[in-house]
Structures are given as C-alpha cells and as structure tokens.
C-alpha cells in the first residue's frame, strides 16, 4: 500500500464514519472531502471540480425541473387519479394499481418528487375506501424505488454508473438499457408486495367521512389528553385584560382554542379580545407545565430595596453590541447564540426599528448590524472588545440607560418565602426566563451578594431577587393562580368541528425549507395564522415541549386554524397536505404541453439526437419559456442538497482510480471471492451495496463502488457491464430502512410507520429483488470476456 493510497482510503473512512454519525450534514461532508483531496495534491484543481460539469450532475438537476413541471401542470396528477378511478376497493388490487402507477411515473420523473405527488391522493382514496393508510403507503414508496429501476432517467444511481463507464472508457448505458432487467425486477417486486409484503405491515383505524376524520385526528394525536378549560372569576386582576396581555398563550406554551362566553362558542379568538368575569378559556397543552408556571406567583415584591439596587449596580453594568458582518452570530437563534457561555454576558433586548425588543427574545433570529442590549459584570463587558463578532462595543452610563432603556421602571425586587414551591428549585427550572423574559440580575441570600447567577443557582427561602422585567408581569401571574382549572371538557363543545376551526393533517414536503427549524422559531401562529396543535414521528405522538421540536421530513403535522388559512396551506411548497378541504384542482391547460415537452425528450435520447444532459436541459428551459413553471419554482425543485453530495464525492471515485485504491480494494474481494468464480463476486459486490444503503447516500455509494467494480472486472478479465447492472439494482433498492431513501421518510408519519416496520417488509423484498436480479442477469446481460 503506497502513501497516497493509505491518505485516499483515510479520507474514505472518516466520510464514511461522518456519513453515518450524521454529525455534519451530507453535502457538507461531500464538500470535505473534495477539499481534502485538492489540499493534499491527490487530485488537480480541474478535476476536483469536475463534478460539478459532470454529464450526470446537469442531468440529475435538470431532471428535478423536468418533474416539477410535469407536476404543477397536474399531468402526473391526471394520471395518478384516473388509475386510482379503476382500482376498485379491494386491498390487493388497490396495491397493485398504486406500485405500477407509482413505479411507471418513476421511471421517467424523480421518485421523491413522484412520491410526494401521489402521497395525498393515496391517503385520500384509503379514506374513501376504507382501507388503512398504512396498507398503502409504504408500497407506495416502494413502488417509485422499484419504477426508477427501469431507465437510465429513473433515479441518480443509474446516471451515475452509466457516466462511469463512459469516464473509463467503456460504452455507456442508454435510456432504456435498464428496462429488461428493471422491468423485470419491478413486476416481481410489485407482486411480492401485493400477495405476501402487504400482510407484513400494520393496520392502523381508516377514516371514512369528514366528522370521522376530524375526531380520528384527535384521538391520533391524543388532543382528548391535552384540552382542558380554564375559568376566570369575576373578581380576577386578568378581567379588563386583552388575550394578548394576559400572556396566557405566549407565556405557558398554551393553544388558546375557542372562547366561551354566555353559552356561546367563539374559536380561535382575536388576540386583542378583552377578558370578562365568567369567561371559559379553552386551551390545548400540558397542564402539568401551566401548574408548574403558577408558582411563581409566589414571589413577593419588596417595594423598597434601594441598598440592594446600588449594591447591583456597583458590580453589573450594561453595553450595547453592534453584531459584525460576518459574526457567527448572523442566522443563529438568539437562544442558540450562547451569549452566557461565550461571552459571560446576559442579553436584555436586541434594538428594532425605533427601540428595544424586550420581549420574546429566544427565537428571534439575529442579523448582520443587529444592535444588543447586554448585561454582565464589569470584566465581561470590557472583555467585548476582542470577540471579532462584534463590530463595535458602546459600555452605556447610567445616565444613557435610563434614557434609552427606563432601566428603573424594569429593575424590582422579589422575596422568595419559605412556603414557594420555588424553594430548592435550580434558577433554569423556575422558568423565570422563559415565561415573562424575567432575568435574574443578582441573588441577595444570608448577607452575600451573587450577581449574574447562572442556571444552576438553587433557589432557597427568604432570597432576595433582583429582577428586570415588567413588574406588571407579577400580577399576571397573580392571575393565573386564580383561573380554575376544568380537565373535563365537555364533549359537545364542539370547538374542532366548527366552520371556522378545523383540523389538517400534513407533513413537510421532502425539499422543504422548514427541515431543521424548531417549531417556535417558526411561530406559525405570526406565520400562518394556525397553530401547530400536534406532531407525531415514528409512529409515537410527540408529547413534549412542541415549541422545542426540530420538524423533520417524514413528521406527521396536526395543524389547527380557519378552514380558509388551512386550504391555503394547499399551494405552499414546504407541505403536503393530507386531509381533504375543497381545494381547487391544478391548473391542467398545459398538461398536454409539459407532456409532449417530455415526450420530445426521450425521443431524442432514443434516436440519438442528443446527449441525455443536454437533451434534458433544453426540456426544462422549454417548460419555463412555456411557462409550464416558472424560473424560481424551477430553483426550488432541484434537490441542492443531492447535487453538492454527487459533486463532491465525484472526485473521490477519481482518486480512487487514479492512486490505485480502487485496485487495492478490488484485490481485497478477489482475495476473498476470486477461486470462486465471476458470479459469486458479482453476488459479493450486490450484497455489499445494498447493505451499504443503509447508512450511506445511494449516490455516494454509487461513486465509491464504480471504481471498486471496473477493477474487479479488470481482474477477472470480463467486460463490466454485467456488474455495474448489478451494482445499479442494489443501490436503488434501498427498502430496508426509513434513512435508506427520502421517499420512505416521507411515508413514515402519514402511514404511522415504526423503524421496525420497514425491516419487516424490507428485508424480505430485498432478498426477493436479489434474487430476482441474479436470475434475470445472465438472461438480459451475460458475462462477455473482455
């Protein structure tokens, strides 16, 4: 093993090791790695960033607008409905008609995109028909895996091989090399799924109408368990308040559901709506957490603490900081931007438009130029001036804050007693901050002075607390002390049936842009006007904090709010919606136009007119200037992430080759597997691969086994068509796992899928694919000595 050799295959492990850790992200690995290769000489500038120029690359993104068009002009649509009319209600026959549906659009649009687009349709006619989604949708997934098989188009994998060859000299794959094989495989795989896969995945309760449906929402996402209703008396210090100003929705977590007042019912109510005496608050959440809140309203505000203000203000000081440029900051969450532990300093308000935000700070995201009220002791504030995120430091006198800030009117203290249920309770547990954005500036306890406690500080009777807030604030938590709690809510309320509120089931479309965010840095009270009253993912409701969640491709999403907010939710790209509200049909007037455009481009891949890249770049510009889609959707249906993944790794397969790693690794399976003859490598190569699938990107693989392969073959001394085929089928059939491929994920919460549920019926479709390909491969591609 020579130098270069040892440094490619080190490179390959630790992208191996981060591929499957998920410690970074993928195409972030992908970019380290085409950056380690340049860095240590192994491969040229050009040649680093030939991936980029790669046939297959253009080809796969171009793609992407392909399907998209066919998708907004509703051809796939039409399609996909029309089949679903001739299934009849059967199970078997409803699976078949699905896979084959699911599998033909696959073979020639992308099968992430083709699984989203027939994903509300399935859940739709499993509705109408009765028949559990979750007897549906997983071969649904399946299908577009099975149905990207058949052609040189249907998925990257195939693309990626066929440009291989090519790369090393060999004839390439053409646009329907892959169907004898694929088609094959496909009809096997349809029919093993319909007889004997389907009685391997559960049964979940179907859904018939639209009341059957809103109440199978509920009890699916355990509503029942986390509604209760809240009484104010008549002598409440909350009477006179508005919604908004109680702080009973943005303080406790609380979904605010209807407003009942003298028998009548009102959803959803106006956040400015005053509260009266006798009014019934019905609200969704954890009453556990709203008891827990309630403490606080144990604090007694000590009206005169002078000597303890001055005390304070010897030792803390405040500065406003200018966030830099190009900060690490910029983007980040403000509760994620650490300021306590990084710069030992305690943020108060960040400054909007003509003053401070003071409020409602911990999913504010900051930006370049933000200015930032910051409190800390005197060594942390002078200490500002070396963090290069901030662009300049202004350390305010006491003068300067009261004009700017009022910081008198915001200071108080409060005596903790010894009866609090506070006592003993460490300062991040109290949820001071949380609730009202009280900070804790100091703790006066047995004579000694801490200032700028920290979150594990414990709280003991008769402390003295230096608070900044609003000292209004205290009284509203008076108030919640008062309401009486009611978990027994009558049935006939009728609050998730009316008109104006209802309840939809979604999840996030594969390519959505919300991946990633908690749900409240996304506020979709501000953003949508709806509330997320419910999440579940793998299978098992999310009974948590649900504003701390990360949403994730494959969440099922209960979203309430006015019917007509909801319908709206139809057209955005970042959900797939899963109940039926009336929404208007696609536009299909350019149906036939995108349909003859795709047509036109297999037509001239088969007849040679022009090169699969190239023909596909020209149909997606014709879609645009068609106006079958418009640029920025074009934009936003290509999968970046995929594109920077195939990129990126493009290069390793060409350091492979090039230092001999791709021969040594090749040695070591002949080593292995060479007395035995070509067919057992090749089996050795399809196993390796398809459980490869399981923990590392299809395109990735592809990449890191073409070279492995062509070096095999090399040995053996046969051409290596054959194993590419093979290697081909393994990696695109990746059913053995939810992570083995999007669409899988996408299915996972709509059908109340659990991991295990995939191994059930994964693993043996796998062995049936396997041994479908090995029978057919001698048949369709025979072993051809070089």
Not at 93 to 121: D, H, W
Not at 718 to 727: G, I, K, S, Y
């Amino acid at each position: 093993m020579t130098g270069d050799i040892a440094i490619v295959l080190g490179i390959l492990a630790i992208s191996l090791i981060l591929f499957v850790s998920e410690v970074i992200r993928m195409d972030l690995v992908a970019l380290m790695v085409l950056g380690a290769l340049a860095i240590t000489g192994l491969v040229t500038a050009e040649e680093a960033f030939a991936g980029f120029s790669n046939s297959a690359v253009i080809t796969v993104w171009a793609m992407f607008i392909l399907s998209e068009g066919l998708t907004r002009t509703g051809i796939a649509d039409i399609i996909g409905r029309q089949v679903m009319r001739i299934a009849g209600r059967r199970e078997i026959s409803m699976i078949l008609v699905i896979m084959i549906t699911g599998a033909v659009l696959s073979a020639f649009m992308n099968n992430i995109g083709v699984a989203a687009l027939m994903l509300p349709v399935v859940v739709e006619v499993a509705r109408r028909t009765r028949i559990p989604a979750s007897r549906l949708l997983m071969p649904l997934a399946y299908s577009t895996l099975l149905g990207g098989l058949m052609t040189l188009i249907g998925t990257p994998p195939n693309l990626l091989i066929s440009e291989s060859m090519e790369r090393n000299g060999y004839a390439p794959f053409q646009l329907f090399d892959f169907t004898p094989l694929g088609g094959g495989v496909m009809f096997v795989g349809v029919l093993f799924v319909a007889l004997f896969g389907r009685l391997l995945l559960p049964v979940k309760k179907a859904e018939r109408d639209r009341n059957v449906s809103q109440r199978s929402l509920r009890q699916r996402y355990k509503l029942h368990e986390r509604t209760f209703m809240m009484r104010v008396p008549y002598n409440s210090v909350l009477v006179g308040k508005t919604l908004a100003e109680s702080r009973i929705g943005s303080s406790t977590g609380l979904i605010i559901l209807a407003l009942v007042r003298g028998g009548r019912n009102e959803p959803l109510p106006s956040r400015q709506t005053l509260l009266r005496g006798g009014d019934g608050i019905l609200v969704q959440g954890r009453v556990d957490q709203f008891r827990e809140l309630r403490r606080l309203s144990d604090l007694v505000i000590e009206r005169e603490a002078p000597v303890l203000k001055s005390m304070v203000a010897e030792k803390v000081v405040y500065a406003e900081v200018t966030v830099a440029e190009n900060s690490s900051l910029v983007g980040e969450l403000l509760r994620d931007a650490g300021f306590r532990s990084r710069f030992d300093v305690a943020v108060v308000g960040v400054h909007r438009r003509d003053g401070y935000r003071l409020t409602n700070l911990s999913f504010l995201p900051l930006r370049a130029t933000d200015r930032i009220l910051v409190q800390g002791e005197v060594d942390a504030i002078e200490g500002l001036e070396r963090f290069a995120d901030f662009e300049s430091v202004e350390v305010f006198t006491t003068e300067t804050l009261n004009e700017r800030y009022r910081s008198d009117e915001r200071l108080f203290v409060v005596r903790l007693p010894k009866e609090s249920g506070l006592v003993d309770v460490t300062l991040a547990k109290s949820r001071l901050n949380d609730a009202f954005d009280f900070r804790v500036v100091a703790v006066f306890r047995d004579g000694h002075l801490s200032v700028m406690p920290r979150g594990d500080e414990v709280l003991s009777a008769g402390d003295l607390l230096l608070i900044e807030g609003q000292p209004g604030d205290l009284d509203v938590l008076r108030g919640f002390q008062e309401l009486k709690i009611d978990t027994r809510v009558p049935a006939n309320l009728g609050a998730f049936d009316s008109e104006r509120l209802t309840l939809l089931d979604a999840t996030l479309d594969p390519r959505s842009r919300l991946a990633g965010k908690t749900v409240g840095e996304l506020n979709f009270r501000e953003r949508y006007g709806i509330e997320l009253a419910g999440m579940e993912r793998e299978g098992d409701t999310v009974t948590g904090d649900l504003a701390e969640e990360r949403l994730q491709v494959g969440d099922a999403l209960l979203l309430l709010g006015p019917r007509d907010r909801l319908q709206l939710l139809a057209s955005d790209s970042d959900f797939l919606t899963l109940t039926p509200l009336g929404q208007e049909p696609p536009d299909t007037r350019r149906a036939p136009l995108a349909a003859a455009i795709m047509f036109g481009v297999v037509v001239s891949v088969m007849l040679g007119y022009a090169p699969i890249a190239v023909a596909a770049v020209v149909g997606g510009t014709i879609m645009v200037l068609t106006r079958c889609l418009t640029m920025e959707h074009a934009y936003r249906a290509i999968d970046w992430r995929a594109i920077f993944l195939i990129a990126g790794m493009l290069p390793l397969g060409t350091a492979m080759q090039e230092t001999g790693a791709a021969t040594y690794l090749a040695d070591q399976v002949m080593i292995l597997l060479g007395d035995a003859g070509p067919w057992p490598v090749i089996m050795g190569l399809y196993i390796l691969t398809a459980t490869a699938t399981m923990i590392i990107p299809t395109a990735a693989l592809v990449v890191l086994m073409s070279p492995i392969v062509l070096s095999a073959m090399a040995d053996l001394g046969l051409q290596p068509e054959t194993a590419m085929m093979a290697v081909a089928m393994a990696a695109s059939a990746s059913f053995t796992s939810p992570i083995s491929h999007p669409a899988n994920i996408l299915v996972m919460g709509p059908g109340g899928y659990r991991f295990v549920d995939y191994l059930k019926v994964g693993v043996p479709l796998t062995l049936v694919v396997f041994i479908t390909v090995m029978a057919l491969l001698p048949i369709f591609w025979p072993l051809t000595p070089v």
